[in-house]
């Protein structure tokens, strides 16, 4: 079994050093970033509220060379669809609860897929697997996100409920030969990691850059503890 990949997710990173936190990741070996682009409608909190567009654009530009994922947890994701491919992102992967409904959902991921993007779903704790099975059927996504906090914020407990649906996932995934990548966001530490090994990418916040070591020893910590 291949260990899976750790993205940092910059949520969790020193803000008014973005340029050096970018750069720590790049240098740790990270192939990919994870950028959380949360607005106060999609969710309550204003402390919820992260970055736009231009921010995108100078974390591309301190990084040519990773995969940028942006976790779009915002109202009405489509309007940022074109200025995001602008900016430099590489996949959007939107919040499917933020969606009124399928014909929207389907709407959506081809929107981004003919940006040129690769399209994600990210899906709450509470939400099953079951309810995203005509939209994987489409075709259109590349990557599943699990959420195992609820969105929003970084440092909260790892929820076991997604533990089921990972299983199911990689199931659906065999048995009707998807190729969706399949991602595990929150609550990722080097306690929870040994359970979640089967995913292909882990999103870590407060483990990578809260770490008392270096941010590239926290990346290496859970690559390592992922395949034990
Ligand atoms: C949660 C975000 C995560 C968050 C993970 O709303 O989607 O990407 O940054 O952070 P940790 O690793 O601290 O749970
Ligand atoms: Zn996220």
Known sequence: EIAPIISPSLLACDFAN?????????KAGAPRLHVDIFDSVALDSPWA?????????AIRD???????????CVYKPARFVDAMKEAGADRFIFQ??????????????????DAGMKCGISINPATSVSTLDSILASGLISVVNL???????????????????????VQLR???GYSFEIGVDGGVNEKTVPQVAKADVLVAGTY???????LSQ???????????
């Open 147 to 169: 959420l195992a906090v609820e969105p929003g914020f970084g440092g909260q407990k790892f929820n076991t409920v997604i533990l089921v649906k990972l299983e199911h996932l």
């Open 96 to 113: 499917f609860e933020a969606m009124a409904d399928e014909a929207e959902v389907l709407e959506l991921a081809k929107r981004i897929t």
């Open 49 to 57: 509220f992260t970055f736009g567009p231009q921010m995108v654009k």
């Open 174 to 176: 065999q048995e009707k």
């Open 18 to 26: 973005m340029k050096a936190e970018v750069l720590r990741c790049v």
């Open 218 to 228: 926290g990346v290496m910590d859970l690559s390592t503890a992922a395949k034990s």
């Open 208 to 214: 990578v850059f809260r770490h008392p070591v270096s």
């Open 62 to 72: 301190c990084s040519p060379d990773a995969i940028l994922d942006l976790h779009m």
